[in-house]
């Protein structure tokens, strides 16, 4: 892998754009290369692309458009703002070398799982929107009081775990949120979309 190819693989778009202070929400922000309020830029496969002024690239471009820098001084911007174990000059050092392959890889294992937990994400966000539908549907039956009550009851709290879900930011609380989920409901939510 050359310097370019370590960046992009150890750099996560949204975290980069989010790091210099541009808010993304729903893997959409407001492109700083033109003057906007609403977003017209969004992220997809860690490429960007703004649909209202056309521009778009990688974590790298991104970086050497907003600071107006080379492609390589955007590499070291990055490695420098994210710590990255990426080092310019290949050491000589045996020991060296395996510790910087260590961190790189471990860094690897930490964005996988990331990229899981966002998929596993979305998976819990769009089961839960449709189970929510179905209660939503199934409200306008005629139904007894209690039966009324209990479905509202249950709307109320997917409302509020879909809320939680679109919230977290913490890779740990998600991932013991999505647990929860998976243990709790999972199953009845599962026969009820079946
Ligand atoms: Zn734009």
Redesign the pocket.
């Known amino acids: 892998m050359n310097i370019f190819e370590e960046v992009k693989s150890q750099t996560n778009l949204k975290d980069v754009i989010s790091f210099y202070g541009i808010e993304v929400k729903h893997n959409m922000f407001c492109?700083p290369?033109?003057n906007?309020k609403h977003p017209?830029?969004s992220i997809k496969h860690d490429y960007f692309k703004?649909f209202?002024?056309g521009?778009s690239g990688d974590a790298i471009s991104f970086v050497s458009k907003y600071f107006g820098l080379s492609s390589l001084d955007a590499c070291k911007k990055l490695i420098e703002d994210f710590n990255l174990p990426i080092s310019l000059k290949a050491s000589s050092n045996p020991i060296e070398r395996m510790r910087v392959k260590e961190e790189a890889r471990k860094r690897q294992i930490e964005l996988t799982k990331r990229k899981r937990l966002e998929r596993e994400r979305k998976q819990a966000i769009y089961i839960l929107a449709d189970y929510h539908r179905q209660l939503h549907q199934l409200s306008f039956n005629n139904l007894e009081a209690d039966s009324q009550a209990i479905i509202q009851a249950e709307m109320k709290r997917v409302a509020s775990i879909l809320d939680d879900l679109e919230n977290l930011k913490d890779d740990n609380e998600l991932d013991n949120y999505l647990d929860v989920i998976k243990e709790e409901i999972g199953k009845k939510v599962i026969e009820w979309c079946n």
């Open positions: 492109c290369f033109h906007e017209s830029a703004c209202a002024c521009v």
